[in-house]
């Protein structure tokens, strides 16, 4: 297969460099041209974070401000396929995945050429797909598969397991109790899977059925709780990066946020949910089955 491949990425702990290797594995197996770019910042956030210094870019992410990346280069000046694999921060686009987006040399090379994303997350990347999705035709890419690989665990389990994980940079199991953080083990060895279809369709050049194949095998899963609590957060996380981008001192501006974060998906959320199940949930079954169809890139 003479077909010319793109997969660019930023990875902190490298769980998405192992996701890009399965994924482009079949692809080099098939013959593809694989070009295999791993971006870093020109200043990087430390890994593992600090509690402050994890919050204190809440503000950057949600407003979408780029950082300056190392120069990069690409093999080639047209791609068959370019495969963005990115992170969410803050419901948002990680500030690097933001800025890879962003950059000129990016955005010309996926004028007009196809476009997958992967992204790899504890949950919550709605908000960030919608956004990605829409820099994207920004740039007229044309979007034609995505996979969201998630932390199955529940919830409240992962959103500690995940701050042990970026707070200590060991993708462990915490005190020995809680499972493993991130995207399991099994999840991430299955990404061979959507290679295998990907090269199957890079072959023959038509993307027309890759969404469906790539949902048909699990490659993306809506949870209705938390398209509710994504929808709801979205708005306030947005008043809340407004709100601190104009304070001078944002210290104590991101510690609030911090334990708004705290009481909103330990109190907020359940309470959410609930009203949403009474009054909204039973009356809306047409417009939440588009919104589902809108999340797996399939309308
Ligand atoms: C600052 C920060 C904010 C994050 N926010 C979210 C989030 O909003 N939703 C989510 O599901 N995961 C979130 N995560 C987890 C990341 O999406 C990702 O899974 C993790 O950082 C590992 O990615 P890596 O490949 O860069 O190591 C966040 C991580 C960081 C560091």
Redesign the pocket.
């Known amino acids: 297969m003479s077909k010319k491949v793109l997969a660019i990425y930023?990875?902190?702990?490298?769980?998405?460099?192992d996701i890009m290797g399965n994924l482009t594995a079949p692809l080099i197996t098939a013959g593809a041209d694989v070009d295999v770019v791993s971006v870093k910042p020109v200043v990087d956030y430390n890994f593992p974070?600090t509690g402050s210094r994890?919050f204190s870019?809440m503000p950057d992410?949600v407003l979408i401000v780029p950082t300056e990346l190392e120069p990069f280069e690409l093999k080639h000046e047209r791609y068959d396929l370019v495969i963005l694999g990115y992170?969410?921060?803050?419901?948002s686009p990680?500030i690097p995945s933001n800025s890879i987006i962003q950059h000129p040399k990016f955005r010309a090379v996926i004028k007009d050429t196809p476009v997958v994303t992967i992204s790899?997350?504890?949950?919550?990347?709605l908000n960030?797909f919608d956004r990605v999705r829409k820099m994207l035709g920004q740039a007229d890419a044309k979007h034609v598969g995505n996979v969201a690989l998630?932390d199955r665990h529940p919830n409240f389990v992962s959103f500690i397991t995940?701050f042990y994980w970026?707070l200590s940079g060991k993708k462990e199991r915490y005190l020995n109790i809680f499972p493993k953080p991130?995207v399991s083990e099994t999840d991430i060895a299955n990404v061979h899977l959507y290679g295998d279809i990907l090269a199957t369709h890079l072959q023959s050049g038509n993307w027309e059925n890759l969404q469906h194949e790539l949902v048909n095998n699990g490659a993306v899963n809506i949870k209705y709780p938390l398209m509710v609590i994504e929808g709801k957060a979205r708005i306030i996380f947005s008043i809340w990066a407004r709100f601190i981008a104009k304070r001078k001192n944002k210290m104590p501006w991101i510690s609030a946020f911090k334990y708004y974060l705290f009481i909103a998906l330990f109190l907020g959320a359940p309470i959410l949910l609930t009203l949403d199940a009474v009054f909204l949930r039973p009356f809306t079954q047409k417009r939440i089955g588009a919104k589902k169809l809108h999340y797996l890139l399939l309308n």
């Open positions: 930023y990875t902190q702990s490298g769980q998405m460099g974070w994890f870019v992410c992170q969410p921060w803050f419901l990680s790899a997350c504890r949950n919550m990347w960030a998630v995940i970026m991130g």
